[in-house]
């Protein structure tokens, strides 16, 4: 994989002064004018570690004061730094809210929108501890801003002046060390208009010399609290704009003259409300194939396909109360899909309520950091600087969804009702003690029309009718939420000075230090425990009074167990075997409380406490920095100004881990993100680095001034080895008006620990768009290229499973034609590989700066540059994985060997059986495909097989293997519970009778 960047970036800039006070885009200080008598200062400035006239910098470099982020009254610090172009798409709190697990809050500066992993982000030059556990990704919040002199960013590589990761650029944030006097800055800020959402800010800097001002002590602290931002604070979700579908083309005619889509507002939608509504057994009739609104679906016989429940008058079931009525539609909108769901003024949810609750986490912070800096000596100085940063934030998330199949043949009543998914199971419907009458009537009186195929001309034909005592309650359930409680502590010290000469070197400026830099971050994720929903929810009569009262509700598994059914009898269709064979699932039956999921506000406190769960999950990142450095000036030997050199020396090391997920888990099933614990993991790094800048002329006919400057860095890792990096620049000025800058450099990304490390722990595919499925192929939005490749390597995958021959890839209308209908997310896994080579890329810059003198102040600065990375670090989402194993003129086998098609509920479908340690896919970081013939991780469970409807005998052990392509190293299975459609599989698991 290979990213590209080329842009060519103008900006003007009016202002005062474009020195290291200069305006938040300023992108060059000018020159001195020829009148002004003093001298300006050299300096070290970023991207160069010689001290030079800013005038002069090698490369771009935009400067932003104190002032500039102060006085715009953004909310937080990443939204000031956003709106400059090149970090416009920095992460900011809002894009971390229920997308990342641990991350509410952060802000990642982003440059080049390269990624936030490949820009350096530094405090006076030197490295911070990352906030994201397994990253380097400094929160740049984490920043005290009265202590900012200014932020200077590099937009351009530069990993051979300041190491790893700066492959777009650097951040560096260059704080005030000789502060004197007390500043307060506050803020208070409206961030939602409606329902008063504020976010609040006090700041206050203290300082004082002492010792004939040879001791500077300076402390900063700081308050922040952020209102929480949920999406009906916000007027335009809140109206739920929506685009839906008006009218279906034909495949064979992409635009047939009629509108296909509109926008509406305002409507109410029916078919996921807060805990349910119930739709009746029932195929849709089909349109026409020249009007393809409804889509041919066969509904005859028992299936959990949701087409055959897709929300009809008629047929589906509101509650009110207790009780339960047929559904008003209003006046349904939207004409194409089998399930059409929305209306306006009639029953059903504001759709805003089907996403994030949170638009915006509730965040309160302080920051604290105090410092001082001591002239041990005219020439020496010591410095020491100690941050403590605490943040908490919590935001509630979209709530926990089920579907619910309401049928009585696939289970008994003397047995435990069938789970099928993390997010479905079966419940009786006859024997529900909070089922409405109503409902369980018309369950058991349903019938169906059994629809034939549609012609081009004629909806599809009724063949028949028949029996369907089926429904399916499809709900929201409880909410789901996280508190984060993240704490940074970072120690910064050491000693700096100058000499006027040292040997044969001239102006000399040196540095060492030490940086420690910790995160502790505290994640608790509320969700549920499936199993006791399931186990609650299946809730009957005890008419008997067995388990004390006669005509209580109990929970069926509690009445069963009280009643002394034998071994085997409840299945457990997580673990295997019975439920009572594990301490967990007879704690469970014996604390079971029932509980109404029929309707909002027929829940009792208990019954939601019976299956409420968390996890606790606690991660460090530590980070050890020690860096040396010098430079000076040689010789001049033609007139043009001293030959600059540095050199320098730096240790790093980092370490990660992540407890607690294993342990919270604890053998649930739970509808939380679990997995195992991220063991301690670590890597350290020896480098050498050294510049020199050549100054060609200074003043000659052939210009003002000229200068070439090069750099190198050597770097040893003990995860991927040595690396060089290098670059070169070239300065030239042919008069003062207007200057002409180039580089070239090479830098790297070394992949960060949860990138190589992190272990194999569970996320879904949401959404699912199998791109074999037949309404995709036959879409007008394939070329014929890929309808043809698809066709081909879609049969050849469905051969592989033991299904060739079985569907027809081009027809929908087909009664064979494959219509998966994947009724929640698909679980998978993402991990870590330990195997990863580091990223590479090459920049190149070009900028011509014009400063006409003879208008003031006037600045503008042309920027090309270009980034190309190679051996991308990427995860590749599961979606991309199963577009890409059939896209191609041949199946792709890298991307084939990451999905599987063992969905127990859909034949041939994305997914795996209930259990499964690896699920539908595997999310595998990599370098450039195909992957490295490596395996990068394993491990082992042991666990009993489950069958429906009995209880499995013998314990199993599974050995899992993940690999990414193929590799020498493998088991020896005694038999594969997968297929084994491929020469080399992404995944091998191993079961062996003991």
Request: glycine residues 8%; proline residues 6%.
């Amino acid at each position: 994989m290979k990213i590209n960047r080329k842009l060519l970036l103008g900006s003007t800039a009016f202002a005062t002064a474009f020195a290291l006070a200069s305006p938040g885009l300023a992108q060059d200080a000018p020159p001195a004018s020829e009148q002004d008598a003093t001298t300006v200062e050299e300096i070290v400035i970023t991207g160069s570690l010689i001290r030079r006239d800013p005038v002069n910098a090698p490369t771009p470099l935009i400067q932003v004061s104190r002032d500039e982020v102060l006085e715009t009254g953004q909310t937080t610090m990443i939204d000031y730094l956003a709106t400059i172009p090149a970090l416009m798409n920095s992460r900011v709190p809002t894009d971390n809210t229920g997308s990342v697990l641990n991350a509410l809050g952060l802000e990642f500066a982003n440059l080049r929108s390269l990624g936030t992993g490949r820009t350096l982000t530094l405090i006076d030059g030197r490295r911070h501890v990352g906030s994201s556990a397994g990253s380097l990704s400094v929160d740049v919040s984490t920043v005290p801003r009265l202590l900012i002199e200014n932020i200077e960013i590099v937009t351009g590589g530069a990993s051979s002046i300041y190491g790893a990761d700066a492959v777009s650029g650097v951040l560096n944030f260059i704080l005030r060390d000789d502060f004197e006097g007390l500043e307060i800055d506050a803020n208070i800020s409206e961030i939602a208009s409606r329902n008063d959402r504020y976010s609040q800010r006090i700041s206050m800097l203290a300082g004082r010399n002492f010792l004939d001002d040879r001791l500077n002590v300076y402390l900063h602290a700081e308050y922040e609290l952020n209102d929480e931002v949920n999406s009906f604070d916000l007027p335009w979700l809140d109206r739920a704009p929506l685009v839906l579908g008006l009218d279906a083309d034909p495949t064979a005619m992409p635009s047939d003259g009629i509108i296909d889509q509109g926008v509406f507002f305002n409507l109410n939608r029916l078919d996921r409300p807060r805990w349910g509504q119930t739709t009746l057994f029932g195929g849709q009739q089909a349109s026409p194939t020249s009007n393809p609104n409804v889509a041919h679906v066969q509904c005859a016989g028992l299936t959990n396909n949701t087409n055959c429940f897709a929300v009809t008058p008629g047929r589906t079931f509101w509650y009110e109360g207790g009780g339960a009525r047929l559904a008003n539609f209003g006046t349904r909108v939207g004409n194409t899909g089998i399930n059409r769901p929305f209306n306006v003024g009639g029953d059903g949810v504001n759709p805003a309520d089907f996403s994030l609750f949170s638009q915006y986490p509730e965040m309160e912070s302080q920051r604290y950091q105090a410092g001082l800096n001591f002239d041990l000596t005219p020439n020496v100085r010591a410095f020491f600087e100690a941050k403590f940063v605490t943040e908490e934030a919590n935001f509630i998330g979209q709530p926990s969804f089920f579907t619910v199949n309401l049928w009585d043949n696939t289970y008994g009543p003397n047995s435990a009702s069938i789970l099928r998914a993390s997010s479905q199971f079966d419940l009786r419907y006859s024997d529900n003690a909070f089922l409405p009458q109503a409902v369980k009537d018309a369950i058991a009186a349903n019938v169906v029309p059994v629809y034939g195929p549609p012609t081009a001309d004629a909806p599809a034909p009724v063949l028949g009718f028949v029996a369907a005592p089926y429904a399916q309650h499809t709900m929201f359930g409880p909410e789901r939420f996280q508190e984060n409680t993240r704490e940074v502590t970072r120690f910064v010290g050491g000693f700096e000075g100058t000499f006027d000469r040292l040997a044969f070197v001239n102006n000399v400026n040196w540095d060492i230090g030490y940086t420690y830099g910790e995160v502790d971050n505290q994640n608790l994720e509320y969700g549920l425990d499936v199993q006791r929903f399931q186990w609650s929810a299946d809730a009957v009569v005890d008419t008997a009074g067995v388990m004390g009262t006669p005509g209580a509700i109990v929970c069926r598994v509690s009445l069963l167990d009280a009643q002394g059914a034998p071994n085997g009898q409840l299945v457990d269709y997580f673990r295997g075997g019975d439920i009572r064979d594990t301490a967990y699932g007879q704690q469970s039956i014996d604390e079971c409380v029932p509980l109404n999921i029929f309707g909002a506000g027929n829940q009792s406190e208990e019954g939601l406490a019976y299956s409420s769960a968390f996890l606790d999950v606690t991660q460090t990142n530590k980070q050890h920095q020690g860096m040396a450095r010098i430079a000076g000036q040689l010789w001049d030997f033609w007139g043009a100004g001293p030959i600059g050199m540095a050199l320098g020396y730096e240790y790093r090391k980092e370490y990660t881990e992540g407890v607690g997920r294993d342990a919270s888990t604890a053998g649930r099933f739970l509808f939380l993100n679990t997995g195992p614990d991220f063991l301690g993991a670590e890597y350290s790094s020896d480098e050498v680095f050294t510049e020199i800048s050549v100054p060609l002329m200074r003043d000659s006919f052939l210009g003002e001034y000229a200068e070439i400057s090069g750099s190198y860095r050597f770097s040893d890792y003990t995860t991927v080895g040595e690396i060089e990096t290098w670059g070169v620049n070239l300065v030239y000025r042919p008069i003062r008006d207007i200057a002409f800058r180039s580089s070239f450099n090479t830098s790297i990304r070394v992949p960060n620990l949860g990138e190589n490390f992190s272990p194999a722990t569970q996320t879904f595919w949401n959404g699912v768009v199998d791109p074999c499925d037949t309404r995709q192929i036959a879409s007008p939005n394939r070329t014929a290229e890929e309808r043809t490749n698809r066709i081909q390597n879609c049969e050849l995958l469905a051969q592989q499973y033991g299904f060739g021959g079985q569907f027809n890839w081009t027809d929908e209308s087909a009664p064979n034609a494959y219509l998966p209908a994947y009724t929640s997310g698909i679980a998978g896994v993402n991990a870590g590989n330990p195997f990863l080579e580091p990223e590479e890329s090459e920049s190149f810059t070009f900028s011509v700066i014009l400063q006409p003198r003879f208008i003031n102040n006037l600045s503008i600065v042309l920027d090309y540059y270009s980034i190309e990375v190679t051996d991308v670090i990427a995860s590749v989402s599961a979606a991309v994985a199963a577009t890409n194993c059939v896209n191609g003129a041949t199946l792709n086998t890298a991307a084939c060997n990451t999905i599987f098609r063992n969905n127990p509920s859909i034949p041939f479908g994305v997914g795996a059986p209930t259990g499964d340690p690896i699920g539908g896919f595997i999310q595998a970081r990599s370098t450039t495909p195909p992957w490295r013939p490596k395996v990068w991780t394993s491990r082992s469970t042991t666990r009993s097989t489950p069958t429906t409807g009995s209880a499995a005998t013998g314990a199993a052990s599974a050995t899992v293997w993940v690999v990414c392509g193929c590799s020498s190293r493998s088991s020896t299975p005694t038999r594969t519970i997968r297929p084994t459609p491929r020469s080399c599989r992404a995944t091998s698991t191993t079961r062996v009778s003991v």
